[in-house]
Structure formats: C-alpha cells, structure tokens
C-alpha cells in the first residue's frame, strides 16, 4: 500500500511540474493587430501614447482614447480637432501597462520630450516587415541542487514594460 501512495504522488508532482513548464513558456504576440502606421520592430504592443495629441490607442480593440472635457473617450477614429494629424509622423511610445490613460498626468510630463519629433520611427507600414524582432520566451534551464527538491530555477522579471524608439 505505502509503496502504491508513493507512486500515485509521483505521478500528480510530475504531471503537476510539466504542465508548469507548459505554462511558463507562452508568448503573446498580436503583430497582424497594430496599425500599419505603429512604429516597426515590436511583436506585441498593448497601447501606443502620442505625445504630440496625448492620446492613447488601444492596439486589441482598435480604439483611440483621449480626453474630452474631462472624460475619457474610446473611439475607432480620432475627434475632428486632430484631422490633419498624420498617424505614419507622429511619434508613438509603447506602453505595456494596463488602463495607462489612467496615470495619464505622468505619462504626458514623462514623454513630452517626444512631441515634435515627426518622422523618427520607421512605421509597420513603411517597413520590411521581416525586421519584427521576436520576443519570444525560451525558459532557463532549471537547476536542481542536491538534496533540495526543487531547489532552485530560473526566475524572470518583466523588462521592457515601456519603450521608445
């Protein structure tokens, strides 16, 4: 029986540890989602900031969203006031953050610096779309320490959250 309970709970941890590593190696990529005019060499973009009409655009529900006396406007286009913005010159930061909108005062002080500065990123569209870099997630090898079970691997910290060209 003692030796029937030990095999069972081998079986449950070692069915437990591949589906961990199974999880732990997933990778988002939403390429064929951002705009043609978003900036080249990302394969996984949340929200783009422009500095030059402090907007924000949603990249999985295709939406702008941007302040209107006060309130916080999703829209598939941009408001009237920015018709002669071009999309392809503006500069677009990418912002790997949930709701950013929301810290939007630190957001505008942070990446003002970036206004004006047309024409400095290569967009999607107007790039050899074999030049996407991959982010993609191999994870460490695990390392085992003797009489530890479990004893160590690899850890990661997210990096990168927030980039500029």
């Known amino acids: ?21 199974k999880t732990s190696a997933q990778v988002n990529i939403n390429i064929g989602l ?3 005019w978003g900036p080249a060499g990302y394969d996984y973009v949340e929200y783009y900031y422009l ?3 402090e ?9 702008f969203i941007y302040l209107n006396n ?21 500069y677009k930061v990418i912002l790997n953050a949930p709701k950013p909108y929301l810290r939007h005062a ?7 610096k970036y206004k004006g500065n047309n024409g400095k990123q290569l967009a999607i569209g107007r790039s050899n779309k074999s030049k996407v870099k ?12 003797a009489g530890k079970p479990g004893g160590g691997g690899g850890t990661s910290k997210a990096k990168g959250k927030n980039k500029h060209l």
């Open 106 to 112: 630190s957001y505008k002080v942070k990446y003002a």
């Open 51 to 53: 500095p030059d009409i």
């Open 34 to 36: 951002q705009p043609a």
């Open 1 to 21: 029986m003692n030796c029937m309970r030990n095999t069972i709970i081998a079986v449950l941890l070692l069915c437990g540890a591949v589906t961990a590593e």
């Open 70 to 90: 006060g309130r916080w406007i999703y829209s598939a286009g941009l408001p009237s006031r920015y018709h002669t913005y071009n999309l392809y010159n503006g």
């Open 55 to 63: 907007t924000y655009y949603y990249v999985p529900r295709r939406q």
């Open 134 to 145: 991959s982010a993609s997630y191999t994870p460490a090898p695990q390392k085992i320490k």
